[in-house]
C-alpha cells in the first residue's frame, strides 16, 4: 500500500537463515589442517563426515545415541513374558475352577479335580489339555479362553498392522478365517515372486482384497516383502533369545492359539520371508535384561527396533568398502533417532555432494580423496605456512645479492605473491598505496601494494625431493612437517616457477615416486629399511630427463641408510646396523649425481649419531650441505634451499 514505509538492515535473529548449512572451503581446510599435521588424508575426509563440519552434527554423534538407544532397548524387559502371563492366566484359571468344582459334591467334580490335580508342568502341554475341558466357572472358561485369544492377537498384530488396532476381532473365528486366507494368498504371491514372474497385477489384486490389512499401503511387492520379513525376523528373534525350554513353551502356546490351518500358514511365510530378505538376522538372538515381563508384541517390538538399530550402526560406521553416506537410510534415522538426526544426515550428503559438484573431491574405490584443485589449495596453505616463517626473520634484512638474476626485465609488473625473487616496481608500489590510502607522509605501505616487475625466465631447475617414509618419521612427530615440506615446494615450482622439474621420492625399504596427491596420502612404510640408494638412483634418472636444467637433489631423513637393491635381483636387502654393501651401494649413487653436476643437500632431522657421520662424509664427498633444521622450520629450510640453488652454478 502507499502508506506502508519499510526499513532494512542487519540480520539480528540468529544465524543467516540464508547460509548453506555447510561451508564448503572451510570443511576443505580443515581436512588440509588434519593433513599437514601428519594425519592421514582418508582418516581425516572420514572424520570430516564422522564428526560433522566444525565438529558438529557428524556421524560420531547420530551413532552414540543409535547406541545409547540400542542400550536402553535391551534393559526394557524380560522376553519371556508371554509364556509367564500364560503361566499365571492358567493359574488364575485353575484357581477359579478349583473353587467352583469344591461347592459340587457329584462324582464328575471329583473326576475334574483329579483331572486338573494330573495337568503336565508345561503350560503349552497343560493348556493343549485344557483345549478340550468342559469348564464349571464360567470365570474359569473366560480367563483360559484369554491365554489363547491375548496371544493369538498379539502374534497376529505384530504380524500385520491392520489387526493391530483392532486385535479382539482376531479372536472372531470369521476374521481368523479372513486372516488364514489372506496368507494363503500371501504365499502364493510370494511364490510367484520368487520365481521371478511379473507381479504387478497379482500384487493390485491382492491388495484390492486384503488391502484393510497393510495400511503402510506398499506399493509392490518388494515393499510388501520388506514390511513383513523385518516383522517375521524379529518374531524368529524372539525364539532365538529364550532358552531351550522356553522356546518350547512358547511355540507351543502359539500353535495351540492359532490353530493348526493358521499356524501352518504363518510357518510357510516366514520361510518364504526368509528365503527372500536372507540379510535381516534371522538367526540372532538377544540377551535383554529388565524387571518387566514383555508381551509377544512388546518383546518383539523392543528386537525390531534393535534389529533397525543394528542396521542403522552398519550404515552409520561407512566401514565396508564403497560405502557412502547414500547408503543411509535416513526414514529409518528419523524413525529411530528423530527429525533432527535424519536433518544431520541430509546436511552431511548435502556437503559431500557439494564437495564433488565444486570439485574438491572424487571417489575412488577405496571411498573419498582431495581433486588435483583441494591438493592446489593444501599446496598453497602450506606454502604460507612456510613463508610465515620464512617472513618472520629480522626486519630489513634482505639478500639483494641475487636481484634481478630471475631474467630480463619486460617493462610489465604484476602484485606481488609469496615466493616472488623479481626485484620490486617502487614507482607502481607508490602509486598502489597512494591510490589505496590517499595523499599523505609517510605513505603507508599494505602487503597488497606491492608490484615486482615481470622478467623473462633464463634457466630452470630440475629438483628431485627425496623424503624418509619409515615408521620413525610419525612415530617422532616429523611426518606432518614432512608433508607439508613437500606439498609447500611443489605449490611453489607450480605457481611461481612452472617451467622448474619436481619429482617427489618416498623412500622406505624400497623408493618410489609420489604424486601429489600420492604424497597427502601416503602412509608409512612399516616395514625396517631406509634405502637412501633407491631414492638416489630415482632421482638421477630424473634429472637426466631433464638435461637443459640445473639439477638439485634434496634429501629429508631421519635414519642412515639400512637397505640398498641387490644389483642381481633388484630386491632390497635389509641390514641392521648398516652394512658395508648398503654404504658402498648408496655411496656410488651419489658419486653418480656429483659426476652429473647435481648440488646434494641433505635435511638431518633428529640426532643419530650413526645419521650425522653419514650425511657428513656425503656433504663432504658431494660438495653438498647439511642442514639439521627443528621439525617445525623443516618447511623454511627446504624451500629456502631450494630457491638458492635453482639459481645455480651453470
Avoid at 630471475?406 to 597512494?434: F, M
Avoid at 648398516?578 to 635435511?603: H, K
Wanted: charged share 30%; with cysteine; glycine share 10%.
Amino acid at each position: 500500500m502507499a502508506g506502508n514505509r519499510f526499513r532494512y538492515g542487519q540480520w539480528r535473529g540468529g544465524p543467516d537463515p540464508l547460509a548453506p548449512p555447510y561451508d564448503v572451503q572451510g570443511a576443505v581446510d580443515q581436512v588440509g589442517a588434519e593433513v599437514l599435521a601428519g594425519g592421514s588424508l582418508r582418516d581425516a575426509l572420514r572424520d570430516l563426515l564422522r564428526r560433522g563440519p566444525q565438529g558438529r552434527g557428524g556421524l560420531d554423534g547420530l551413532t552414540a545415541r543409535a547406541r545409547r538407544l540400542r542400550r536402553e532397548a535391551l534393559r526394557r524387559g524380560e522376553l519371556d513374558g508371554a509364556v509367564t502371563r500364560a503361566r499365571a492366566l492358567l493359574d488364575q484359571a485353575l484357581a477359579a475352577e478349583r473353587d467352583e468344582l469344591a461347592r459340587r459334591d457329584d462324582e464328575a467334580a471329583r473326576f475334574a479335580e483329579t483331572m486338573l490335580g494330573n495337568l503336565p508342568r508345561s503350560t503349552a502341554q497343560a493348556v493343549r489339555d485344557l483345549s478340550d475341558y468342559r469348564w464349571a466357572s464360567d470365570e474359569a472358561r473366560h480367563t483360559y479362553q484369554r491365554i489363547l485369544d491375548g496371544l493369538r492377537d498379539d502374534v497376529l498384530g505384530q504380524r500385520f498392522a491392520g489387526l493391530r488396532d483392532s486385535a479382539r476381532l482376531a479372536g472372531d473365528p470369521a476374521v481368523q478365517e479372513q486372516v488364514a486366507e489372506m496368507v494363503r494368498d500371501l504365499n502364493a504371491l510370494l511364490a510367484r515372486h520368487a520365481r521371478a514372474e511379473d507381479t504387478t497385477d497379482a500384487f493390485a489384486e491382492f491388495m484390492r482384497r486384503h488391502g484393510d490389512f497393510f495400511p503402510e499401503r506398499p506399493r509392490d511387492v518388494d515393499e510388501l516383502i520388506d514390511i513383513l520379513a523385518r516383522r517375521s525376523a524379529a518374531g524368529q528373534r524372539l525364539m532365538n533369545s529364550l532358552s531351550q525350554r522356553q522356546r518350547e513353551e512358547l511355540a507351543g502356546l502359539m500353535r495351540e492359539s492359532l490353530g493348526d490351518r493358521l499356524a501352518g500358514e504363518l510357518a510357510a511365510l516366514e520361510g518364504n520371508l526368509r528365503a527372500l530378505r536372507p540379510d535381516l538376522r534371522w538367526g540372532r538372538g538377544e540377551r535383554m535384561q529388565g524387571s518387566q515381563p514383555l508381551g509377544y508384541g512388546e518383546a518383539t517390538g523392543a528386537l525390531d527396533e534393535i534389529a533397525e538399530l543394528d542396521d542403522l550402526l552398519d550404515q552409520l560406521g561407512q566401514a565396508h568398502p564403497g560405502a557412502t553416506l547414500d547408503d543411509i537410510d535416513v526414514d529409518a534415522v528419523a524413525r529411530t533417532l528423530g527429525r533432527d538426526a535424519a536433518d544431520d544426515v541430509r546436511r552431511l550428503r548435502e556437503l559431500e555432494r557439494e564437495l564433488r559438484r565444486q570439485g574438491w573431491v572424487t571417489r575412488d574405490a577405496d571411498g573419498l580423496t582431495l581433486s588435483p584443485k583441494a591438493l592446489r589449495r593444501l599446496g598453497g596453505t602450506a606454502l604460507r605456512q612456510v613463508f610465515a616463517e620464512l617472513t618472520a626473520g629480522p626486519r630489513g634484512q634482505h639478500d639483494l645479492r641475487s636481484a634481478g638474476a630471475a631474467g630480463e626485465v619486460t617493462g610489465a609488473s604484476r602484485p606481488w605473491e609469496y615466493g616472488d625473487e623479481q626485484p620490486l616496481d617502487v614507482v607502481r608500489t607508490l602509486t598502489r598505496a597512494v591510490r589505496r590510502a590517499g595523499p599523505g607522509v609517510p605513505v603507508q605501505l599494505a602487503v597488497e601494494d606491492f608490484e615486482v616487475v615481470e622478467t623473462e625466465r633464463r634457466a630452470s631447475a630440475a629438483v628431485a625431493l627425496c623424503v624418509d617414509l619409515s615408521y620413525s618419521m610419525i612415530s617422532q612427530g616429523r611426518w606432518g612437517p614432512m608433508k607439508q615440506t613437500g606439498l609447500a615446494l611443489a605449490h611453489l615450482m607450480a605457481t611461481r616457477f612452472p617451467q622448474d622439474a619436481l619429482q617427489i621420492i618416498g623412500f622406505g625399504r624400497r623408493a618410489e615416486t609420489l604424486t601429489q596427491q600420492e604424497l597427502a596420502a601416503v602412509e608409512p612404510d612399516m616395514m625396517q629399511g631406509t634405502n637412501l640408494q633407491h631414492a638416489l638412483r630415482l632421482a638421477g634418472r630424473h634429472l637426466r630427463r631433464h638435461p637443459d636444467a640445473e639439477p638439485v637433489v634434496l634429501v629429508v631423513t631421519d635414519g642412515e641408510p639400512t637397505a640398498y637393491l641387490d644389483p642381481e635381483d633388484g630386491e632390497a636387502l635389509f641390514a641392521w646396523p648398516s652394512s658395508p654393501e648398503t654404504i658402498e651401494a648408496t655411496v656410488r649413487e651419489v658419486d653418480r649425481l656429483g659426476r652429473y653436476g647435481a648440488t646434494l643437500n641433505l635435511f638431518m632431522l633428529g640426532d643419530d649419531p650413526g645419521l650425522r657421520r653419514f650425511v657428513d662424509a656425503v656433504a663432504r664427498r658431494s660438495g653438498g650441505r647439511v642442514f639439521t633444521p627443528d621439525t617445525d622450520d623443516l618447511g623454511e629450510y627446504v624451500v629456502s634451499d631450494y630457491l638458492r640453488a635453482r639459481r645455480g652454478r651453470r
